[in-house]
């Protein structure tokens, strides 16, 4: 899973900084800024990474289906931590958005037990061979 992180860093932060050398004056943040910038990088590295391994694990349609759960949470994050202020539309929203996450975990659920009973039996086969 880390090929693909570190080739879109490493290709994103060049043509990042090139691009702002063109069309902005580089203005240098402090150090809680760098310290800042540092911290939230190294979470969405990570995030990435563990992305790219679960989707090595998990059927893409089923892993990639709970992504939207990041909605619910930014939503949950914006009202409790930013102290916005909830409306019915985007209540409505989270909730549909939950409900849906817990059935597609629920239909699935039998798939993944079939999956791991084929991995295991393929594990055996070639132990034996």
């Not at 060049?14 to 911290?39: H, K, N, R, T, Y």
């Not at 958005?97 to 597609?104: G, T, Y």
């Amino acid at each position: 899973p880390l090929v693909p992180v570190l080739w879109f860093s490493s290709t994103s932060v060049p043509a990042a900084a090139v691009f702002l050398l063109l069309c902005q004056s580089p203005v240098w943040p402090s150090f809680s800024g760098i310290a800042g910038m540092a911290l939230v990088g190294t979470a969405a590295f990570g995030g990435q990474v563990f992305l790219s391994r679960g989707l090595q694990l998990e059927r893409a349609a089923k892993a990639m289906s709970l992504q939207y759960v990041k909605v619910l949470f930014s939503y949950m994050l914006g009202m409790f931590v930013l102290q916005e202020t909830a409306n019915l539309s985007g209540t409505f929203g989270a909730l549909l958005i939950a409900a849906s996450a817990l059935i597609v975990m629920k239909e699935h659920q039998n798939d993944s037990e079939l999956l791991r009973d084929v991995d295991l039996d393929m594990q055996s086969t070639i132990r034996k061979q």
